[in-house]
């Protein structure tokens, strides 16, 4: 099984800062890794697949890079609507998914 | 528009049985490439993928829960179930139902989630 780790567990922002979140595989999973946002009561949503590929909808403020075992998801400057939390999902594996234990964005 | 939805009991007691439905819209589950999914999520953890179905009928569950899981489809009413046996309070979280498409050379991520349905284990 592939191990996915977040870090950091908890990042306290102001609005307007540029902020990076890391995700590392156990090993290689290509390009297929995906970024989720949670908000408090909500579903995720998808915000990048691809590692880099941002889905419909999503502002260009998020992107995503990486490959391999080594990603990130940086926001290039917060909005209020954006602290939440964010999960790294890995689905190289076909049929076999597994996500990190998330980074929580906080004010 | 794709759309899927989550129903089953919410409070279960421990050793009983589970199940949870998926209905879902906006796609057939005859397409190739197309799997539907759960997903779950304890109040304020992670989120954890429990087990998958495809198009054409590949099952995949997850290693921990294997024993227990069993995911099967209706494409005539658009319906996945899943059947988790043998419940313990751990297993008290919101239950997601959720599409994906790719290939297995080109696999897909979640493009769409249920609202989610939470299920209680307890006495």
């Known amino acids: 099984e592939i191990v996915m780790t977040q870090s950091p567990a908890t990042l306290s922002v102001s609005p307007g800062e540029r902020e990076t979140l890391s995700c590392r595989a156990s090993?290689?999973?290509?390009?297929?890794l995906a970024w989720y946002q949670q908000k408090p009561g909500q579903a995720p949503r998808l915000l990048i697949y691809g590692a880099s590929t941002r889905a419909t909808g999503i502002p260009a403020r998020f992107s995503g890079s990486g490959s391999g075992t080594e990603f990130t998801l940086t926001i290039s400057s917060l909005q209020s609507e954006d602290f939440a939390v964010y999960y790294c999902q890995q689905y190289n594996d076909w049929g076999e998914w597994t996500f990190g234990q998330g980074t929580k964005v906080e004010i | 528009q794709i759309t899927l939805k989550e129903s089953g009991r919410t409070l279960v007691k421990p050793t009983q049985t589970l199940t949870l439905t998926c209905s879902f819209s906006g796609f057939s589950l005859t397409t190739g490439g197309v799997g539907v999914g759960w997903i779950r999520q304890p109040p304020g953890k992670a989120l954890e993928w429990v087990a998958l179905v495809y198009w054409d009928d590949d099952k995949r569950y997850s290693p921990s829960l294997k024993t227990r899981l069993t995911i099967t489809k209706d494409t005539s009413e658009n319906l996945v179930v899943l059947i988790m046996t043998n419940l313990d309070p751990v297993d008290t979280a919101t239950y997601y139902c959720?599409?994906?498409?790719?290939?297995?050379?080109?696999?897909?991520?979640?493009?769409?989630w249920g609202q989610g349905t939470l299920v209680t284990v307890s006495s």
């Open positions: 090993q290689s999973v290509g390009s297929n």
């Open positions: 959720v599409y994906s498409q790719g290939s297995r050379t080109a696999p897909g991520a979640i493009d769409y």
